[in-house]
């Protein structure tokens, strides 16, 4: 009645699943591994000349502002808000470059690394 015909498709069918299960489940695994090792680096960026520095973790939380002494002027804060500003925001795209970098390795930047 067509049984033959119905398990042969069948048995063909799960084999690519499960090849494309396992590199699906190996790619997640090494995302996962790629973004722990960007959370637990440091990314410094500078404004200013140098004057104010900013580093954020990977987690993308602040960690330390390093401001010289010449930059803290009671008279001009918007300056130093300015320069504190722009170092955050370089040093946070530097952990978006590096992420991206990391997810482009790992799928080798098409279509999310699957071969379809």
Do not use: C, H, W
């Not at 952990?95 to 071969?115: C, Y």
Request: hydrophobic share 35%; aromatic share 4%.
């Amino acid at each position: 009645m067509g049984k033959g015909k119905g398990s042969s498709y069948q048995s063909g069918m799960p084999g690519n699943m499960t090849n494309l299960m396992k590199q699906a489940q190996r790619m997640q695994r090494q995302m996962e591994e790629a973004s722990k090792e960007i959370e637990e680096q440091e990314f410094t960026a500078a404004a200013g000349g140098g004057a104010v520095e900013v580093t954020v973790s990977g987690k993308k939380e602040i960690t330390k502002i390093t401001l010289d002494e010449e930059v803290v002027d009671p008279e001009d804060i918007e300056m130093l808000e300015d320069l504190i500003m722009a170092a955050t925001n370089e040093a946070l795209r530097q952990v978006e470059e590096a992420s991206q970098e990391s997810v482009n390795k790992i799928t080798g930047g098409a279509n999310g690394g699957f071969p379809f």
